[in-house]
């Protein structure tokens, strides 16, 4: 990213490198040329598109990757190394939106794994949690964000895991820090993360968001509810009615909790989840906190599988 170091490669690893991404350019080529055959000359949409995200004049990667499975535990295992050949198999299978928080612990992880890329390919999002110790000096905090991150600017910066009717009044001092931390430059977009009805239908009422992370699968595990409880019975329905003013705002809007955070197991239910979303003209981008690479081409696949079906419907 911003004047990174660029690791030195032996000319045996730069060959190497050039002949799988030839292999790999020619495999996607081939696969588009069939699909744009088989659609009439139409091109087939996939998971990896950079896609309009609402009406906010930017364009997002459809599929993108979360570092906050089982509170970002998941991906700070792996180690070092491990994340970053995760990170980089994700770029390599065309993802270019990478999520992340405070909460998390994962920012000087996922800078590392992206040294090196072009910064202006790349979406990173990261969210502000809203404890007392944010509430002192919130721009300090995002300008940390930042330099972890090792960026000059954040595309998008939400506030975490917002639960109640109030947030936007009891929040007022951070929301304030992020419209002036966007003036600056050091952020494009704005905008909540949800946990509960009474977070989300706030967010969706709240103009001051230019974008949301929403919480959606058809099963309802881990969608918002009544008051935001980590497990309780997710009501899709009422979710969704806010879900649509958003949308109808011109939001741009990313869904989680694709596979009910990480609870389906079955691989049925990540189909039907995945096909759900895909379906849904809401949703711009979803999320998924990916932890081995075999859940990045499952999650491309499927999606892929799910795309095609609804253009050839």
Known sequence: MKQGHRPTITRREFLVRGITASAAFAAVSAVSAESAAASGGASIPTAVDMVPFGKTGLKICRLGMGTGSNGGAHQRDLGQEGFTKLVRYAYDQGIRYFDAADAYRTHEMLRTALEGLPREALWIQTKIRWSQEF???PLKHIDRFRKELGTDYIDSVLIHCVTTSTWPEDLEPIRDALTEAKEKGWIRLKGTSAHGLPGLTASADCDWCDMNLVRVNPQGKHVDGKDGSWDEPGDLDKAMVEIRKMHQKGRGIIGMKMIGDGTFTNPLDRERALRYAMACK?????????????????AIQRMNAALRDLAQA
């Open 135 to 137: 509430f002192l000096d």
């Open 282 to 298: 809401e949703l711009n981008a979803v999320v998924i906190g990916f932890k081995a690479t075999s859940e990045v081409d499952e």
